[in-house]
């Protein structure tokens, strides 16, 4: 029986249970899935197979899962770099309210930037969590992506009307799960613990038990009112809160988790939920230094998977996943002292491990039944010379630009770094278009220079302004009675 793909005689990092790495290995992808992972033999260029790989001078991996995103903002990058954390959101909040009916060019345009980007770099599967999600939903199916989608839910970051945004999501799940072949998945994503009311979090639940297969993705322990808005919805805390409802369990993925501590670092792996991480942006745009660093050590030593994510990677203007390996180590180094991490960890947490956490165990592994999803980076070069200690090079060294092959369910989606399921010149024409659109239309000043945003009285005037209202008189109201109980 012919094979999909076949790689031979090249250093295989399998990510499996015992960690083991091939310095001469062999892994061969039939009808979709791992089928071989060994080391090599003659005989083994002579495979039957539509795509035979010399390894030479090749090191192979499982494919990078980004496991935290938002995608659909992706053609701003750089309009956002020069600011501080309150201006930012001061900006981003009222833009991401005009996503939900306006842009449209601007969004399909990040989608497909996004999904060009994601596999020149090696990342093969996405969890995204976005205003409007069947925009790109069919933009990353085509490209070769696997991902999970879902459209944000809130009812005190934006004014947008609830039932609104149930059948949104509703109609997400029923139109998108498990199309392109399963590659594509539908996710509920209540937007975060600190913008959601208890009767939000009750309809999550609700619809959350209509589709039991389906994950739950969230932005969780972000910011130190993430409990006291919990407190605000009549609970101990915030995880306190998810378990009340229903929702503090295996098919939770809980985006930074910063402010947690042991006993929250205890209910999450009891509940065999996930974590992502996402060092990056929380390195650029730091909002208060004493706040905690995501407790990744401790989450990983209690059973927690923990996976790298990129998150608004438009912000601090960064597409490459390897990367956020190395600040993940840095940054946890510099909050906690040296060796948070070894090596391998990091990979792990590149690849199974972030599968792991957006629930999706059948990737981020060359194991036999594994989806064939994989990676192909170039190590003939001086800064993988000598090849030694091989997981301190991919976590310490290895970039974007190394990735020279990609493999999603055998099909062979990058080839000598060329992405071979999209048109990248029209990709990118069709982005700068969109932002000049985008820029005619608005008051967004987007040239070579610094970047000129609204004035602050335009933004204020376009902002959401009854669920903010809402969110900040429960958030303050709150601190007062903590102060005075």
């Known amino acids: 029986m012919t094979a999909d793909f076949v790689v031979h005689d090249a250093v295989v ?50 494919g990078l899962v980004n496991a935290h995103a938002h995608l659909e903002g992706t053609a ?39 999904a060009l980007t994601h596999l020149q770099g090696g990342v093969t599967t996405v969890n995204t969590m976005d205003v409007r999600p069947a925009l790109g939903a069919d933009v990353l199916g085509e490209a070769g992506l696997r991902a999970v989608m879902g ?79 919990a407190r605000a919805n009549g609970s101990d805390d915030s ?24 006993r929250d670092i205890e209910r999450m792996s009891g509940a065999d939920a996930g974590v992502a991480h996402c060092p990056s942006i929380f390195g650029y745009y730091n909002l208060d230094p004493e706040t905690p660093w995501t407790p990744v050590a401790d989450l990983r030593e209690a059973g927690v998977a923990v996976g790298l994510g990129l998150d608004d990677h438009y912000w601090h203007d960064s597409v490459d996943l390897f990367e956020e390996a190395r600040s993940a180590r840095l940054l946890a180094n510099l909050d906690a002292g040296a060796q948070q991490y ?89 982005a700068t278009a969109a932002v000049e659109q985008f820029t005619a239309a608005t008051e967004w000043d987007l040239g070579l220079g610094t970047p000129e945003p609204p004035a602050p009285r335009d933004v204020l005037a376009d902002a959401p302004k009854r669920g903010p209202a809402k969110l900040l008189g429960r958030i303050g109201a709150q601190k007062l009675r903590d102060v005075f109980r």
């Not at 309150?86 to 009222?94: D, K, R, S």
């Not at 934006?158 to 509703?170: I, L, N, T, Y």
């Not at 809160?241 to 930074?256: I, K, S, T």
């Not at 999706?360 to 090849?387: C, H, M, N, Y």
Request: glycine share 6%; aromatic share 6%.
């Open 342 to 430: 070894d090596s391998m960890a990091l990979v792990r947490m590149l690849t199974a491990e972030s599968a792991d956490a957006v629930g999706i165990e059948s990737v981020g592994r060359l194991v036999p039944g594994a989806r064939g999803d994989l990676i192909v980076l170039d190590v003939e070069q001086a800064k993988f010379t000598p090849l030694t200690n091989v997981p301190a090079q991919i976590a310490n060294s290895a970039r974007r630009s190394d990735v020279e092959t990609v493999v999603v369910d055998g099909e062979v989606v990058v080839e000598d770094g060329v992405v071979q399921t999209m048109d990248a010149k029209a990709v990118r024409e069709r």
């Open 13 to 62: 990092v399998t990510v499996d249970e015992r960690n083991r790495v091939y310095e001469s290995g062999t892994v061969v992808v039939r009808d979709g899935d791992i089928a071989t992972v060994r080391e090599s033999r003659a005989g083994d260029a002579e495979i039957d197979a539509d795509h035979v790989l010399d390894g030479a001078g090749r090191l192979v991996l499982p």
């Open 151 to 229: 459209p944000m839910l809130s009812d005190l970051f934006w004014d947008r009307p609830v039932d609104a945004q149930f059948e949104q999501a509703r109609s997400f799940v029923e139109q998108f799960h498990g199309s392109y072949d399963g590659r594509i998945s539908a996710a509920i994503c209540p937007h975060d613990d600190w913008s959601c009311t208890r009767d939000l979090w009750e309809r999550v639940a609700d619809l959350a038990a209509e589709y039991p297969e389906v994950p739950v993705h969230t932005h969780l322990l972000e910011l130190g009112e993430s409990d006291e808005m």
């Open 239 to 262: 995880l306190a809160l998810l378990d009340a409802v229903g929702l503090l369990d295996d098919r939770l993925v809980g985006a930074h988790f910063r402010v947690a501590d042991e």
């Open 76 to 114: 701003l990058t750089g309009a956002f770099s020069e600011m501080g954390p309150v201006e930012l959101f001061a900006q981003m909040t009222p833009l991401i309210a005009d996503m939900a009916s306006e842009h449209d060019d601007l969004l399909r345009a990040g989608y497909e930037l996004a």
